[in-house]
């Protein structure tokens, strides 16, 4: 049987499906959650008759509502089609948010979902727009994060990519979660390695540097240089003894004179004080 708009609890219950998918797969927000601006709504779809009313879509912007962020404008575009026995569904967003230091940043999602049935179809659409809103609204989210949050974002092993690399970004700013930022330069992922790496020189953590020493020995061809590089960042008396180690020991020539360069920049900096 096909959704029923007419039926309140129907309704109701959709609503309560997706608004809980919304609450409980993080921690609570301590500011209390703000509408989502609309600035232009778009809808394609076919005339098949499996596409359901574009009015699922709203529930799925409602149950995204608990990310929304003072300032935010959402531009929403979406699709649904009819393929084989079922329909195919999704949804585009531009988000641009600003948040109270007067700060203004742009991210894009996108979800595309399959209903195996056409009486599936009202759900699906508005699943697809509710990940589609969520996805970049979770990245900005770190942002509002306290170092603690942060810190244990980091350290899981299951976060999204992107909200890995934006809470990597986050960290080096306020220069916290070394110890959480250096577990992930053994990333598989070489983006998320060579990211922890550039960090950990941002962050500027002395701890760091023995293990950043321990990198210019990897073997992926991009981490030596990086790491080279972080402790210089660092700087100080212990990065000028890690370099002269790494200029004494690294597997080419290159690296090597880099480090020696590294290493007569950070004595010449700590001379001029």
Not at 157 to 186: I, Q, W
Not at 222 to 250: F, N, S
Request: with cysteine; charged share 25%.
């Amino acid at each position: 049987m096909a959704f029923d708009l007419t039926s309140p609890v129907r309704l109701a219950v959709s609503a309560a499906i997706l608004l809980c998918l919304g609450c409980c797969d993080g921690e609570p927000d301590t500011k209390p959650a703000v509408p989502w601006k609309i600035s232009d709504f778009q809808v394609f779809s076919d005339d098949s008759g499996c596409c359901p009313p574009p009015v699922f879509a709203t529930i799925g912007i409602m149950a995204a509502t608990d990310r929304a962020m003072p300032g935010n404008s959402a531009k929403i575009a979406i699709g649904c089609r009819k393929e084989g026995d079922g329909a195919e569904l999704g949804a585009v967003v531009a988000l641009k948010v600003s948040d109270e230091l007067g700060r203004t940043e742009s991210f894009e999602g996108m979800n595309l979902t399959m209903a195996g049935n056409c009486d599936d179809a009202g759900m699906s659409w508005a699943f697809a727009t509710y990940m589609a809103l969520r996805e970049p609204s979770e990245v900005w989210h770190v942002t509002t994060m306290d170092d603690a949050g942060l810190c244990r974002l980091l350290a899981g092993e299951n976060g999204r990519r992107d909200v890995v690399l934006r809470a990597m970004e986050e960290a080096g700013a306020r220069k916290t979660c070394a110890p959480e930022v250096a577990g992930l330069s053994g990333s598989q992922d070489a983006d998320i390695a060579l990211r922890a790496v550039g960090t950990l020189g941002r962050i500027g953590a002395t701890a760091s540097i023995k293990m950043l020493g321990s990198l210019t020995l990897s073997d992926n061809p991009l981490v030596p240089w990086a790491a080279a590089q972080a402790i210089a960042d660092i700087g100080g008396p212990e990065a000028v003894r890690a370099l002269d180690i790494v200029a004494g020991q690294a597997s080419t020539g290159e690296l090597r004179r880099e480090a020696a360069r590294l290493s007569e920049k950070i004595r010449r900096t700590i001379g001029a004080r």
